[in-house]
């Protein structure tokens, strides 16, 4: 849920403000850059500068995971805003295990939300004009139902030789078999605070590749 939420962040700022808590930290993971309050932009203009209005911000710390993500909210919380960046570290990686050949087929991978942010139609739209067979296996769910119906089509125009497997949830013990299945991994989207998949799609990544 995103920081203009009206149960996850509203409420439980309201509730923290009304309680005897001293601190309280709020990590955006990125929903203040610039990208994804271009999505729904009026509606969260409007709680943001409620918020200013009303003080619903007023001494709460904030936690950004690296210098762009710092300005990006300096920019929507204001100069006085009390801002701690400490970066993410990803979490830990088996060790590696050589794979066996693939056979014909290119095997992508895509990890991340159906949303604009993420932008997956963007992949869909570039696995289209793709001339040779890929096996195209996209992980992430959705709550934007207008992008997701984008996304349906999107992958209901790929051309017969694009064999594509979307699945909407699987656990971190799984998700590790499916960067070792792949042999790509392809993100598109438009603004990151930190790429976790990027980071464990380099972790899995195959040292002989180039």
Known sequence: QGVCSQYFSIYAIVWWQRSKHRKLVVAPRGMLH?????????????????ARWFGWFNNIDWQSTQPDETREMRKVLGKKAKILEA????RSI???????????????LSVGRISDEKDPVMLLN?????SFPAEVTIIGDYSDESYFNQFK???NQLPKHIKLNHLRAVTPLEIGQ????????????KGENFGHAIAEALSYGDRKST
């Open 126 to 130: 570039a696995l289209s004009r793709l």
């Open 94 to 108: 088996p060790p590696y295990q050589m794979r066996n050949d693939y056979g014909e087929r290119l095997k992508i």
């Open 87 to 90: 970066a993410n570290i990803p």
């Open 178 to 189: 499916y960067y070792r299945d792949h042999q790509v991994f392809v993100s598109c989207s």
């Open 34 to 50: 610039q990208t994804a309050r271009s999505v729904k932009p009026f509606k969260k203009a409007f709680f943001l500068t409620l």
């Open 153 to 155: 089509n999107g992958c």
